[in-house]
């Protein structure tokens, strides 16, 4: 079975780091490109890092510059969104999904196989 899982959510309080993962099971990440996106209630689905199979390529939405860091280990078929100094903004549903592709502004439409998501709650 096909499929990414998204881990590392949950409540921190500001100024907080976290480190996501997205795993993936029943193929290889290598050839694919690996976007994060994050979904607040009532927003639509933003596009907050992507990372180029290679790693060779990255973007990160301005929001997040200087913030947060992508990274994939090939080896454990898994990617990573390091977080750090998290702000209330930032509380949202984070996914990874799989793209042909890591361009500037992703957007959903461009990535197939999703995760189910994992809640990143940032309050006091």
């Known amino acids: 079975q096909v499929k990414l899982v998204e881990s590392g959510g949950g409540l921190v309080q500001p100024g907080g780091s976290l480190r996501l993962s997205c795993a993936a099971s029943g193929f290889t990440l290598d050839y694919y490109a690996i976007g994060w996106f994050r979904q607040a209630p009532g927003k639509e689905r933003e596009g907050v890092s992507c990372i180029s199979s290679s790693a060779g390529t990255t973007y990160y939405a301005d929001s997040v510059k200087g913030r947060f860091t992508i990274s994939r280990d090939n080896a454990k078929n898994t990617v990573y969104l390091q977080m750090n100094s998290l702000k209330p903004e930032d509380t949202a549903v984070y996914y990874c999904?799989?793209?042909?592709?890591?361009?500037?502004?992703?957007?959903?439409?461009?990535?197939?196989?999703w995760g189910p998501g994992t809640q990143v709650t940032v309050s006091s």
């Open positions: 999904a799989t793209g042909p592709k890591c361009i500037d502004y992703p957007t959903q439409y461009e990535y197939d196989s």
